[in-house]
Nanobody, 122 residues
């Protein structure tokens, strides 16, 4: 069982930066592939980025490549999402998720956090 708690979401102006955090409870955190998804108002939840067990492999959605960076520290049971050059279309609830198999589909992720709201004003 893995419990995930996101934090760091807030209102920010376009062009600004935010760093989201996801703290995990599992002792086996290092065995999970971690990802961020997001859900904008009126839209389906979408994949943003994932990172593998040791942080060497990442996979970004095209919409965030070059602007967002995912990282993790297994000693701290934490994964971060650094978001730069934010755009109004990045406004969404951002969810942290954990998976044993690590794909870009939601169904691959058994554990989810409650989400943190990111709002980017124009």
């Amino acid at each position: 069982q893995v419990q995930l708690v996101e934090s760091g979401g807030r209102l920010v102006q376009a062009g600004g930066s935010l760093r989201l955090s996801c703290a995990a409870s599992a002792r086996t955190f290092s065995t999970y592939i971690m990802a961020w998804f997001r859900q904008a108002p009126g839209k389906e939840r979408e994949f943003v980025v994932l990172i593998d067990w040791n942080g060497r492999t990442t996979n970004y959605a095209d919409s965030v490549k070059g602007r967002f960076t995912i990282s993790r520290d297994n000693a701290k049971n934490t994964v971060w999402l650094q978001m730069n050059s934010l755009k109004p279309e990045d406004t969404a609830v951002y969810y942290c998720a954990a998976s044993a198999v690590g794909r870009t589909t939601q169904a691959s992720y058994a554990y989810w956090g409650q989400g943190t709201q990111v709002t980017v004003s124009a």
